[in-house]
């Protein structure tokens, strides 16, 4: 069993950045391969990046946050992050973090378990 608790969301205008960061328990943590997922409003809930058990460069990201976001992990903390910059308003959604025992996916029905979401608001 892995519990996942997002962080770092909040308001913040065009252009700028915010960090989430989502903290796992248990002991396993470096086993899953880990994903960012969002929801905006009236929309259906899309991948945003993902991580394989081992970070480094083994990552893949959505189009629409390329070059603008980065995934990393830190096994030792049990933490996964997303480094959001350049944000936009239509970056605007819940963000999720999600843990899957694939060594990678972009996709949701691989994850087994998922964080409550943390708001992320881009203001233009």
């Known amino acids: 069993q892995v519990q996942l608790v997002e962080s770092g969301g909040g308001l913040v205008q065009a252009g700028g950045s915010l960090r989430l960061s989502c903290a796992a328990s248990?002991?396993?943590?470096?086993?899953?391969?880990m994903g960012w997922f969002r929801q905006a409003p009236g929309k259906e809930r899309e991948f945003v990046a993902t991580?394989?058990?081992?970070?480094?460069?083994?990552?893949y990201y959505a189009n629409s946050v390329k070059g603008r976001f980065t995934i990393s992990r830190d096994n030792a903390k049990n933490t996964v992050y997303l480094q959001m910059n350049s944000l936009k308003p239509e970056d605007t959604a819940v963000y999720y973090c999600?843990?899957?025992?694939?060594?990678?996916?972009?996709?949701?029905?691989?994850?087994?378990?998922w964080g409550q979401g943390t708001q992320v608001t881009v203001s233009s």
């Open positions: 999600a843990a899957t025992v694939m060594p990678i996916s972009q996709q949701q029905n691989h994850y087994n378990y």
């Open positions: 991580i394989s058990w081992s970070g480094g460069s083994n990552t």
């Open positions: 248990g002991r396993t943590f470096s086993s899953y391969a």
